[in-house]
RNA sequence: AACCCGAUAGUGUAAUGGUAACACAACAGAUUUUGGUUCUGUUAUUCCAGGUUCGAGUCCUGGUCGGGUUGCCA
């Protein structure tokens, strides 16, 4: 009767617990989960992986998915980081629906829940300065010394806290901190902070708080309000999740599950909210959203789909030990989508004149050239064909090496789509460049087949220099000269120094007609070139595209194997 | 020298005490009007030492290596 499932996909560690929860009927059988990014910054593609993960594992589930903003720190939140990451999650294919919260929604709650602790004797007002109360932590391998103040009343306390959100103290006079036990194995359970005075506006509350909790004294209070079931964050969380079950505990609220996975790494690039925050100001890229970045803004910029990044996300697993997914990973997940639904185009980056002498002077035709060879809906276009055109000026060699497939002297190659040609002539400048190469065509071999059976071994892409068009292209290459930024030379060394100052190459490409009109967001192919993407940059005169990635390249590989 | 977490081909993951596998990368070949795509094949893996067991990547003990913890950041 049971027939064995075929293959079910395995299920990572995260999705394993949430089964056997709901078997178990530990929540009843619901699924609660959240994403709640700090708006300090621009999503990355590791947040990605998050957000993959929490809105997946709710949609598998039947459950729900929150979008919850910590914000607890306004000396670096900012709506324009609200409103950032709401576009991208959007963008990503995430619905939050009618579940939009904010921490600093919960701020009199969680106020309350403070006054509680102090009447419990679990929290108190520590008056000592910064340095004294870091220093009276100890450290990992010796135990702290009790605050002087940790003995105050629960009535100097009370009164002291209120004073403290009343504005009566300035910043750093006064702390909360909860009252657990200095000499704790775990440094975070030595008496930790709980309330700071800061006073700052807040992007959401202004001026109405000058006492802020801290993360660890709203994440989990903010998880339980919301009914959370599975609170899933990154590993450098799990050190926290003995506080998280202590306030919970403490506050006899609902108890939600911490679970910490890795996050996701990518080679020649960075992760670290704060590293972007420093390359968007230091100029070195153009924004947030500069296509080299890996915000979830710049790799839409770039070019990459929702689904891409889906994919990625989908490809990398989930599990609890550091790992970086080598970059080519994410590049292949674009390449294999782009490469079933993008249109070829024909675009010479650096173009080399051709003459075709036999080419009878003052004419042009039209060829038929096909729009996509995966899609044979996609159909095809027209393009125009005359006697002078411009080839990529690496598809020429005058002394070409053994393995060189592509044009020479005394060579035929296909040009695609149109006829063989044959050089016969290179034409140079005083300084001994090539400014030009005759050649001669093959009429009977238009559209691209040789009646007479003979093989070419290599086609190339090309345009009618009389009809292209000038197209402003971004060539684009990681961002760091090195797969991981931090391996610098010697030990003074930054991660700046890997910065790869190559990283953008703007030229100029002449293009088929048909390129003219592209709107921003438009991907296609070039042919032999790589897939690129109309940039928003672009206006009716100047034409920008992104190259987005490369195609592979055997030859390039092989070149530079020699 | 304290505590927490981790370790499986080059990289990322699977194997839930029972034949170590998949994807990507690399390499070789076939096909090809993109040196793309597609197809075929090859190379290569359980950190170490003990223990439990008929049987251990998996369980136990010890070690090694890596990451994290000593913010009034999240």
Redesign the pocket.
Known sequence: MSEPEANPE????VR?IVEDDNTSGKWQGKVHTRFPP?PNGYLHVGHAKAICLNFGIAAENGGLCNLRF?D??PE?EDVEYVESIKEDIRWLGFDWEDRLFFASDYFEQLYEWAEQLIRDEKAYVCS???EE??SG?G???EPGTDSPFRTRSVADNLDLFHRMRAGEFE??EH?LRAKIDMSH????LRD??MY??RKVEHHRTGDKWCI?P??DFT?GQSDSIEGITHSICT??????RPLYDWYCEYLKIHHPQQIEF?RLNLTYTLMSKRRLLELVNSGFVSGWDDPRMPTISGLRRRGYTPQSIRNLCA????????????M??LE?QI??EL?QTAD?RMVVLDPLKVVITNYPEGESEELDAVNN??DASAGSRKVPFGRELFIEREDFMEDPPR????LGPEREV?L??AYFLKCNDVVKNDAGEITEIHCTYDVDTK???APDGRKVK??LHWVSAAESVPLTVRLYDHLFVTEDPDDTEDESGSWQDNLNQDSLKTLTAQAEPSLAAAEAGYRC?F??KGYFVVDQDSTTDERVFNRIVT?????A??KK?K
């Open positions: 395995p299920l990572d560690f394993q700090e910590d607890t720190n670096k000592l300065p910064l109360i870091r932590r450290t990992p391998s910043e750093g702390v194995q775990v440094m975070l930790p902070i700071r005075i802020y801290t993360y994440h590993l450098e969380f799990e050190n926290r890795n490809t990398v697993g989930v599990t609890k030990h550091n790992a970086v997914t080598d080519v990973v292949n390449r294999e490469n070829r060879p995966e393995k060189f497939f592509r296909r695609r789509w559209g691209g087949n290599a086609t192919q042919e032999r195609l592979k390249d055997a030859w590989r092989a194997k």
